[in-house]
């Protein structure tokens, strides 16, 4: 074998045994980058969760996959200009809750705890608060904020 052919067929070698190296660099560069579109929002950005119109026609705003993740939004009892905001996941065994307008508190369906707007629980089973959010209004979109 010449020096040529010798170098030529190194080198293929040298090549084909990195291929499978720079196809996983390749992956996890591009899985990166995925992931930073995917929590581009970031938990302390007030984000978009609905229009007004939406609330005020069934009483909540429930949006089960926001940026933030589950959102429930409703008017407060005591200030009908503020908004209240809570996760619905309930803190006993996760079931959504959902708001009872004319007892103005969300209630879930499978053991009936129920939690005050504000998240306090008022009755059990479950003794946790429902994590709360920070609400607003912004012309009609509803606004809200992770932590
Ligand atoms: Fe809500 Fe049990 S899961 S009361």
Redesign the pocket.
């Known amino acids: 074998m010449d020096r040529r052919k010798f170098l030529s067929w190194a080198g293929a070698g040298w090549l084909s045994s990195r291929l499978p190296i720079l196809a996983t660099l390749t992956h996890l560069v591009s899985c990166s980058n995925n992931n930073q579109a995917k929590t581009s929002t970031r938990p302390d950005e007030f984000v978009p969760v609905g229009e007004i119109e939406e609330l005020d026609k069934s009483g909540q705003l429930l949006v089960e996959q926001s940026a933030i993740g589950p959102v429930s939004v409703v008017r407060s009892p005591t200030d009908p200009q503020a908004l209240a905001a809570v996760n619905p996941t309930?803190?006993?065994?996760?079931?959504l809750?959902q708001w009872k307008s004319e007892r103005k508190t969300f209630v879930?369906?499978?053991?009936?705890?129920g939690f005050a707007a504000d998240g306090k629980v008022l009755e059990?089973?479950?003794t946790k608060p429902l994590p709360t959010y920070a609400a607003k209004l912004e012309g009609k979109s509803v606004l809200v904020k992770g932590s």
């Open positions: 309930c803190t006993h065994q996760g079931c809750v879930c369906p499978c053991h009936n705890s059990g089973p479950a």
